[in-house]
């Protein structure tokens, strides 16, 4: 057998991510063959990453991918275990490549995207990805959620604080080149991110929704004694409000609240003699609607005290 030696462990780190000591137990198992060794780790990986399969992912980050020409954009959304993970450089590294791959090989969904050869390597799968990195990252790693945008006129990402929010905003124009128009499309990233719309324009309420929300303004004025006869007109001035609440269209734009989105189109429309409409957007803000892990510190250093 050939001997094991500290440049070879290390060659095989780089090459893997894997720990040391994993790499050159790996390296005497494949009496010395890289390549054995590689398959190897990725068998133990792939272990590994079962085990970890039910722990709680609800940290991580919104990532982000945008071509050169603003036509295609994507954000995603991959989680792991701690915030610290979240920030290193292998995990945002693992969510870049991630968010390039979904630009370039357009899956329909999570499922598919797993199932996909990688761009970069295709003899990996980004399942075998997301195990590779379960084990160098030693967490669990899960893609949740994505969405892709494709258009002729501009697709623009905002990511927020390291990942906390991400969002994806359409713009249909004649004019994709012109930096007016591109600049809007950037601070409507923002306005979604820091504004929380929930449809760009009021005919995208949902019909449900919005009659509920009348049904909260009635109750509301008859609580607060006004006639009858003036209720329904109030309750539909305060829908006005709400509106400008939820639709972004009608929201007043955050760098300048004396205008609102609409009006601030029309402007850019105007100045940069294009046409310029918005059409959708997503906005995703890390672990909502995950359950977070509530560890019991003093139970888990008994628990490691018991395998010990």
Not at 64 to 73: A, E, I, P
Not at 141 to 163: A, C, D, K, P
Not at 233 to 239: A, C, F, T
Not at 263 to 287: C, H, N, Q
Request: charged letters at 35%; one cysteine or more.
């Amino acid at each position: 057998m050939a001997a094991i030696t500290s440049a070879m462990v290390k060659e095989l780190r780089e090459r893997t991510s894997a720990g040391m000591m994993d790499c050159k137990k790996a390296l005497v198992e494949s009496e010395g063959d890289m390549d054995k060794a590689i398959e190897w780790l990725r068998e133990k990986g792939l272990s590994q990453a079962a085990k970890k399969a039910s722990r709680i992912a609800a940290e991580g980050v919104v990532a982000q991918y945008t071509n050169d020409n603003g036509s295609v954009g994507v954000i995603v959304e991959i989680n792991c275990e701690t915030d610290f993970v979240a920030r290193t450089d292998n995990f945002l590294g693992f969510c870049s490549n991630v968010a390039k791959h979904i630009a370039a090989a357009k899956p329909a969904d999570v499922d598919e995207l797993l199932a996909q050869k990688f761009v970069d390597d295709d003899t990996k799968t980004i399942s075998d990805l997301v195990s590779d990195a379960t084990v160098a990252i030693g967490e669990k790693i899960s893609i949740r959620r994505f969405v892709r945008y494709e258009t002729t006129g501009v697709v623009s990402t905002y990511i927020h604080l390291g990942g906390s929010v991400g969002v994806i905003v359409e713009v249909a124009t004649d004019k994709p080149e012109n930096e007016e128009v591109k600049a809007f499309a950037h601070d409507l990233a923002l306005q979604i991110a820091a504004a929380r719309p929930e449809a760009v324009r009021r005919e995208e309420v949902d019909a449900s929704k919005l009659e509920k929300e009348k049904e909260i303004l009635r109750i509301q004025a008859i609580n607060e004694g006004k006639p009858e006869k003036i209720v329904d007109r109030m309750v539909e001035g305060r829908i006005e409000k709400y509106y400008k609440e939820v639709c972004l269209l009608d929201q007043p734009f955050v760098k300048d609240p004396d205008k609102s989105i609409k009006g601030l189109m029309a402007e850019i429309a105007k100045a940069a003699g294009a046409s310029v409409d918005v059409v959708r957007f997503t906005r995703y803000e890390r672990g909502e609607g995950i359950e977070k892990r509530q560890d019991n510190f003093a139970e888990e250093i008994a628990a490691q005290m018991k395998k010990a």
